[in-house]
């Protein structure tokens, strides 16, 4: 299997702490790679030097094979890779709809033909559909900051996957979402990557959510990789027991 | 737009064909003035209202954009010509004033533009050799159009009328294109906005740059329809008024600058019968609205709508409340 994504040497540092420190993996076509680790333990800044939000101190950010290091977000994502925030990133005031739009439109034709083109630059059928496979089609007019936060978090999900990426970073996708909604969350987005052989990386503290999804999973304390495999054997792995799992 | 909004879009139009049949003119002045200034608060609240980035340098453009006019119709250069010239040249400097907004936001962007309107007012008023200085220029004459001439009052408001219209209207077609919802997202989320592919930085100057275009645009009107310029005119206070205009009317409504245009160009006059307290009248006004409307008129009307949409809505959501409760 080829790799997506491959991170060597990377290293962040502010000041004198240093958040990622010389981390090297390789993310392969079609997995979901978990990534693991107590609180500040870098899983976030990895995530914002590989996809330039952050300007890595050292080491080499490569995207099919191609080198990304220091790239600016957006020409990141319209190389196909995408990205949901630790955070809820939704526009409050844009519909859902206007929301779904507004995650593809920068991939479609060029500056000119966006402005005299159509107003949905020809993705209202693709907004509906996504939304519909978020199961949030009653709430395509609403405005984006009148839905419950479960539901936000839904269709944050969805924008980072109306571009149709290659390789989508979720960021504690499940953080502060209740049962119910964790369970449904976890569906779509297992249902998603079956239909599309999409490759995943998923940032997250809710365990079950890591062990029934992901393929893989890393193990991240102080900045460096501690352990990696299946996850049922990071379940067992003592280190990570000490670092993590044993608080 | 809700068919009530399109009636009372309709109705406008109507009024404002008809209503300098009816007006002396000075009359005609003021309404032609208001034209004039709905163009320039169009292009703040592309700016402001739809991607977020504070300027208090909308005046300086229309300022800008009056001494292209007037300078070039004097040195003998047909009006279509230094029209067109005075809406290039404010895009130009608007796009290089919108790198500091890569940098900064909010009130310290607020800063830098009004640093650059001071500056302007400065070159206006020092730069004799060109400007005039503080004795401005005179004699701004207005445009002839196939040999009919815009003299006159009436003429002259229906040519400021029909830029407004084609003006607003492209406006109108880039911001229901997905160029709109790119500004929108820059003001909402520019963090996301990013990560979804949308190119910050050159949707930034782009705002800045189109907004600041329709200002020198409106100045390019202003200057033949007051005829004689100086640069007092174009100091903090017409961006002042300017940016009052966009957040009276409703900051990031596409109505909401004619509104508040017209309050802006209607209040002073309606209130001469205060005499010297009217701009104490019209701070409290303002004041008041801030305080409890801070999203304008036109925000204003959406909250009423939405408050007696929700009131018709809401016997069904609390009977199955207390479904589920038993």
Known sequence: MSAVLEVSHLRKAFGGVVAVDDVSFEVRDGEILGIIGPNGSGKSTLFNCVLGQLRPTGGEVRVDGRTTTGMRPCDLNRLGVSRTFQLLQVFPQLSVRDNMVLAGQEHQGSLVARLIGRADAGLGDAADRMIAFFNLAHLAAEPAGALSYGQQKLLDAAMAFMAGPRLVLLDEPAGGVNLTMLGHLRERLAAYHAERNATFVVIEHQMEFVMALCTRVLVLAEGRIIAEGAPQDIRRNAAVIEAYLGH | ?326
């Open chain 2, 1 to 326: 737009m809700t068919p009530l909004g399109r009636l009372a879009a309709a109705f406008a139009a109507i009024v404002a064909v008809a209503l300098p049949f009816l007006l002396k003119p000075f009359g005609i002045y003021l309404i032609s003035m208001w034209a004039v200034l709905t163009v320039a608060a169009i292009g703040l609240n592309l700016t402001l209202g739809y991607a977020g980035q504070v300027s208090m340098a909308q005046g300086a453009f229309v300022g800008i954009g009056a001494y292209t006019v007037a300078l070039l119709t004097q040195a003998g250069c047909p009006f279509a010509l230094a029209f067109a010239a005075a809406g290039v040249l404010c895009f130009a400097i608007g796009w290089m004033l919108g790198y500091p907004a890569l940098r900064v936001a909010h009130h310290y962007l607020a800063f830098v533009t009004l640093a650059f309107t001071t500056l302007v007012f400065l070159v206006l008023r020092n730069e004799e050799w060109l400007t005039g200085g503080t004795y401005g220029i005179n004699g701004i004459s207005r445009p002839v159009f196939f040999g009919l001439s815009t003299a006159k009052p009436l003429p002259f408001y229906f040519f400021c009328l029909g830029t407004l219209a084609v003006l607003s209207l492209a406006t109108w077609w880039m911001l229901r294109s997905p160029w709109g919802r790119a500004f929108k997202g820059l003001r909402e989320n520019p963090i996301r906005a990013q990560s979804l592919g949308t190119d910050t930085r050159r949707y930034t100057l782009m705002a800045f740059a189109i907004g600041a275009g329709l200002g020198g645009l409106s100045g390019a009107l202003y200057a033949p329809l007051v005829q004689f310029i100086e640069p007092g005119s174009f100091a903090l206070g017409l961006s002042f008024n300017l940016l009052l205009m966009v957040i009276v009317g409703g900051s990031g409504y596409f109505f909401g600058p004619f509104v508040g245009a017209l309050i802006a160009v209607l209040l002073p006059e309606w209130m001469r019968v205060a005499e010297g307290y009217y701009l104490i009248v019209y701070a409290m006004l303002v004041m008041v609205m801030m305080a409890f409307c801070p999203s304008g008129l036109l925000g204003l009307v959406a909250r009423i709508k939405a408050a007696s949409r929700s009131n018709r809505a809401a016997p069904a959501p609390a009977l199955r409340a207390e479904g589920a409760g038993s």
